[in-house]
């Protein structure tokens, strides 16, 4: 089986230090996972691919969102974070496969099988999955290296979407 790791929005905004309150993502433990997950899926083999949220610089986006912001060192992918390959794409909406050079990447590839790490579980890593599923792409969340900072009522509603989609957890 041919498969890919993908790393979602593992970036200095959401994980340093000078991060906004709301991301309180527990850095270290998170890190060490995904950190982990890249080892093991690189040494199987498996193609790992990182994915940057990125918000245009635009005044109204500063003051709006203030974070993942084109250019900023917030943008950039998390320093702690293992890079294993050169398979770096940006995403202006949650799902990564709305970015047409990676669809094009999964397609030509001919991947069985999309695993799906980082953040935000019931975000970004779960709108790609469901965008998995709507393309006929066949993907699975790595549930120790996804975090979230969703309250228990958004995580329930999210996992009932994605267990009607067919997304597993591993």
């Given at each position: 089986m041919k498969t890919a790791l993908i790393v979602i929005d593992m970036q200095n905004d959401y994980l340093y230090e000078k991060?906004?309150?709301?991301?309180?993502?527990?850095?270290?433990?998170?890190?060490?996972?995904?950190?982990?997950?890249?080892?093991?899926?690189?040494?199987?083999?498996?193609?790992?691919?990182?994915?940057?949220?990125?918000?245009?610089?635009?005044?109204?986006?500063?003051?709006?969102f203030g974070y993942s912001i084109a250019g900023s060192e917030g943008a950039e992918l998390y320093g702690?974070?293992?890079?294993?390959?050169?398979?770096?794409?940006d995403k202006l909406f949650g799902d990564a496969l709305t970015n047409k050079e990676l669809l094009s990447l999964v397609k030509q590839k001919g991947y069985d099988e999309l695993h799906l790490c980082g953040l935000d579980e019931?975000?970004?890593?779960?709108?790609?999955?469901?965008?998995?599923?709507?393309?006929?792409?066949?993907?699975?969340?790595?549930?120790?290296?996804?975090?979230?900072?969703?309250?228990?009522?958004?995580?329930?509603k999210g996992r009932e979407k994605l267990a009607a989609a067919g997304i597993e957890y591993i």
């Open positions: 991060r906004k309150p709301r991301f309180c993502y527990d850095t270290e433990a998170l890190t060490a996972s995904v950190n982990d997950t890249v080892r093991r899926y690189a040494a199987e083999g498996a193609d790992v691919i990182y994915i940057r949220h990125i918000i245009q610089n635009l005044p109204t986006n500063r003051l709006l702690g974070l293992d890079i294993v390959s050169d398979l770096c794409f019931f975000g970004c890593v779960m709108n790609t999955a469901l965008g998995c599923a709507k393309r006929g792409i066949s993907a699975k969340i790595v549930r120790c290296a996804a975090a979230t900072v969703f309250a228990a009522k958004k995580q329930e």
